[in-house]
């Protein structure tokens, strides 16, 4: 069974520009979350989708958005981007975002925002 | 809402010699968490976890502890190997299951 793909593996930005971001999850894992990870920071939440829906959203601003498609995969979208958006941007799935389910990693999007 | 604290940020240990990071978290709710290993540019791997009706769970040279009424879970690795080097992250999952909190992460270095 595939695991979490993501695509691109790497994107180069300048300020001012939006990017999207792809994520497919594992085959038959509904729920579909992302994470930003910085060195000085951790993992922080960034929202969680399943069923096409906005479930939860962390602390982030507005211009981080997202959808999920009816089979599952996800794209987030940054828009104006400032430089303190460069990060590695991990998607994660799980069977349905529910208790106590395990939540899997893709490799992720390093995003390098100039 | 859940903050999880994690110590030490660093653990450098001998091979062979054993290796503990602890964590606390803050919402009695939380009843689900597991730890992640993540090498140099790979993706976090989930090594274990353990739900809060199990005090102690192992699998093989890892062992994770709860202490509910602490709030506080423990990662144990013994016979550390140098392919153990990674960062380690623990993480809590909120009480509805859609996100989960992390850690701030521990960078583990064997020394050969």
């Known amino acids: 069974k595939a695991g979490v793909t993501q695509t691109p593996r790497y994107l180069i930005k300048t300020r001012g520009q939006q990017v999207t971001l792809s994520c497919s999850p594992i085959s038959g894992h509904r729920s579909v979350s992302w994470y930003q990870q910085t060195p000085g920071q951790g993992l922080q939440f960034l929202f969680e989708y399943f069923s096409e829906t906005q479930r939860n959203k962390g602390n982030f601003p507005g211009r981080f958005s997202g959808r999920q498609f009816s089979n599952s995969r996800s794209e987030m979208n940054v828009s104006t981007l400032e430089l303190g958006d460069s990060a590695l941007y991990l998607c994660?799935?799980?069977?349905?975002?529910?208790?106590?389910?395990?939540?899997?990693f893709g490799s992720g999007t390093q995003l390098s925002v100039l | 809402g859940e903050n999880v604290e994690q110590h030490p940020s660093t653990l450098s240990v001998q091979e062979g010699d054993s290796a503990v990071i602890k964590c606390t978290y803050s919402?009695?709710?939380?009843?689900?968490f597991p730890w992640y290993k993540q090498e140099l540019g790979k993706r976090p791997q989930l090594i274990i976890d353990i739900r809060s009706n199990v005090g102690e769970k192992k699998d093989q040279r890892i062992a994770v502890t709860l202490n509910k009424t602490a709030k506080h879970f423990s990662l144990h690795i013994t016979e550390t190997q140098p392919e153990d080097s990674a960062v380690y992250f623990c993480a809590a999952q909120d009480n509805y299951g859609q996100n989960f909190v992390f850690g701030p992460g521990t960078r583990l270095s064997v020394l050969p």
């Open positions: 994660a799935s799980s069977l349905q975002g529910a208790l106590n389910e395990k939540l899997f």
């Open positions: 919402d009695s709710a939380s009843n689900y």
